[in-house]
């Protein structure tokens, strides 16, 4: 267990007095916990789908967010971690009757307590708003861009790559997604490419939402070596004026996805169709802007979305016209919900402002765990494929936290 304690300049007293409640209850909350303190804030976690089980090593895309202060560092990087499952410390002989807990054998070797860093790869253009690996082929990497690019990375080919250019100066990447007539030079002007998602179903296909409220998709099956930067899109359409923050693919199905707009907008699109909206929510069940929305991976009818406001919503997609399924309130804006890929029930909210996780069963309307452990706002966070309960998450203090909360808290609750 690592909780180093982040750099308190800037941070109100009120969350530095919550914070050190959180750190003397650690032992109590968590199975694990490993907390990590990075030069620049990451926007963007997400667990690869591999796990080395003989050191119990996991890896996790993260990225370095500038805000445009120093582009030279703008990455995105791939880590590694282990949370050391694989060491057997249940032998009677490793129980101390002092600390009242099992510890290791002197003779035993630990891997790293901090993130190990595999690969780096400088981000080409603006900043780094999101990024994502492919279902299909977790090696190629999409990256969002401030700028409205979305840059697409071979993993395997850092170190011995082949190097674009872009500016004054040689920038890796495998293609450029971008329409001519929307990238900027100037990325004050208001249109990044906000959100990204692959489809499960259908290999090659991006979904991508922008801050001018346009929605594309992009096929990387007309991807040519010859010609990296694709500017022709499989399907391109304006949402929401106001600008559309989030699309999400239904992840058992390859023509229907999800998208939400900052004028409380929420809708479901079909591919196959002419017209691809299909049903769209009434606003006045989310407020401040949907931020966030994802299928159920077991049920792919149900759909779950977060707004600006915090109210959180379950909705039937077969009858989006009607009230929600359920509500229940994060109580401050939601940046990111995440269902678990492992437990049916299961959701997790990452606090925009509050700097809190929650982890609800949507079967109630009360969070199972709260995890306090950053200071300023999550920005992104992950359910792991193998550990039913492990998540990672990143926030504006620049900490990303990999933890597991104590199972006699969220299974017996």
Same mark, same amino acid.
């Given at each position: 267990?690592?909780?180093? &304690?982040?750099?308190?300049?800037?941070?109100?007293?009120?969350?530095?007095?919550?914070?050190?409640?959180?750190?003397?209850?650690?032992?109590?909350?968590?199975?694990?916990?490993?907390?990590? +303190?990075?030069?620049?804030?990451?926007?963007?976690?997400?667990? /690869?789908?591999?796990?080395?089980?003989?050191?119990?090593?996991?890896?996790?895309?993260?990225?370095?967010? +500038?805000?445009?202060?120093?582009?030279?560092?703008?990455?995105?990087?791939?880590?590694?971690?282990?949370?050391?499952?694989?060491?057997?410390?249940?032998? @009677?002989?490793?129980?101390?009757?002092?600390?009242?807990?099992?510890?290791? =054998?002197?003779?035993?070797? /630990?891997?790293?307590?901090?993130?190990?860093?595999?690969?780096?790869?400088?981000?080409?253009?603006?900043?780094? &708003?999101?990024?994502?690996?492919?279902?299909?082929?977790?090696?190629?990497?999409?990256?969002?861009?401030?700028?409205?690019?979305?840059?697409?990375?071979?993993?395997?080919?850092?170190?011995?790559?082949?190097?674009?250019?872009?500016?004054? =100066?040689?920038?890796?990447?495998?293609?450029?997604?971008?329409?001519?007539?929307?990238?900027?030079? &100037?990325?004050?002007?208001?249109?990044?490419?906000?959100?990204?998602?692959?489809?499960?179903?259908?290999? %090659?296909?991006?979904?991508?939402?922008?801050? &001018?409220?346009?929605?594309?998709?992009?096929?990387?099956?007309?991807?040519?070596?010859?010609?990296?930067?694709?500017?022709?899109?499989?399907?391109?359409?304006?949402?929401?004026?106001?600008?559309?923050?989030?699309?999400?693919?239904?992840?058992?199905?390859?023509? @229907?996805?999800?998208?939400? *707009?900052?004028?409380?907008?929420?809708?479901? /699109?079909?591919?196959?169709?002419?017209?691809?909206?299909?049903?769209?929510?009434?606003?006045?069940?989310?407020?401040?802007?949907?931020?966030?929305?994802?299928?159920?991976?077991?049920?792919?009818?149900?759909?779950?979305?977060?707004?600006?406001?915090?109210?959180?919503?379950?909705?039937?997609?077969?009858? $989006?016209?009607?009230?929600?399924?359920?509500?229940?309130?994060?109580?401050?804006?939601?940046?990111?919900?995440?269902?678990?890929?492992? $437990?049916?029930?299961? @959701?997790? +909210?990452? *606090?925009?402002?509050?700097?809190?996780?929650?982890? #609800?069963?949507?079967?109630?309307?009360?969070?199972?765990?709260?995890?306090?452990?950053?200071? @300023? %706002?999550?920005?992104?966070?992950? #359910?792991?494929?193998?550990?039913?309960?492990?998540?990672?998450?990143?926030?504006?203090?620049?900490?990303?936290?990999? #933890?597991?909360?104590?199972?006699?808290?969220?299974?017996?609750?």
């Amino acid at each position: 267990m690592s909780a180093e &304690n982040p750099e308190l300049s800037n941070i109100p007293q009120e969350l530095q007095e919550r914070y050190s409640h959180w750190k003397k209850n650690t032992k109590l909350l968590y199975d694990y916990l490993n907390t990590n +303190t990075a030069k620049w804030p990451s926007l963007t976690c997400q667990f /690869f789908p591999d796990l080395d089980t003989s050191t119990d090593m996991h890896r996790i895309l993260l990225s370095s967010f +500038t805000s445009s202060q120093l582009p030279e560092d703008e990455s995105i990087y791939i880590v590694g971690i282990s949370t050391m499952k694989h060491l057997n410390w249940s032998s @009677l002989n490793n129980f101390d009757i002092d600390a009242m807990e099992f510890l290791p =054998e002197t003779s035993t070797k /630990f891997p790293s307590k901090q993130l190990t860093t595999d690969v780096t790869i400088k981000f080409p253009n603006g900043d780094c &708003n999101t990024a994502r690996y492919a279902p299909q082929n977790p090696d190629l990497i999409a990256g969002a861009s401030s700028n409205g690019s979305i840059y697409i990375f071979n993993r395997t080919k850092h170190g011995s790559r082949r190097l674009r250019h872009g500016g004054d =100066e040689g920038l890796a990447y495998e293609a450029r997604l971008y329409s001519e007539s929307n990238v900027v030079e &100037n990325i004050e002007q208001d249109y990044e490419a906000l959100s990204i998602d692959w489809n499960k179903q259908k290999e %090659g296909l991006l979904l991508s939402s922008y801050s &001018n409220g346009d929605i594309k998709i992009w096929d990387m099956n007309m991807f040519s070596a010859k010609n990296p930067e694709i500017t022709k899109t499989k399907h391109n359409l304006t949402y929401d004026a106001a600008g559309t923050n989030c699309v999400s693919w239904m992840q058992t199905h390859d023509s @229907l996805f999800a998208a939400g *707009g900052e004028s409380n907008k929420l809708s479901i /699109f079909d591919t196959r169709k002419q017209k691809l909206e299909t049903n769209t929510i009434n606003r006045e069940y989310h407020s401040d802007g949907i931020n966030t929305c994802q299928f159920n991976p077991f049920n792919s009818l149900l759909l779950a979305s977060a707004d600006g406001f915090g109210r959180v919503n379950l909705w039937d997609i077969r009858q $989006l016209n009607n009230e929600p399924l359920t509500s229940f309130n994060h109580d401050s804006s939601v940046s990111m919900l995440q269902w678990n890929p492992n $437990l049916e029930t299961i @959701l997790a +909210t990452a *606090g925009q402002e509050d700097g809190l996780v929650k982890l #609800w069963d949507t079967s109630s309307s009360e969070p199972l765990f709260v995890h306090g452990g950053h200071m @300023l %706002g999550v920005n992104d966070i992950s #359910w792991n494929a193998h550990d039913p309960w492990l998540m990672c998450s990143v926030a504006n203090d620049n900490t990303t936290h990999i #933890w597991r909360p104590a199972l006699n808290l969220v299974e017996e609750a």
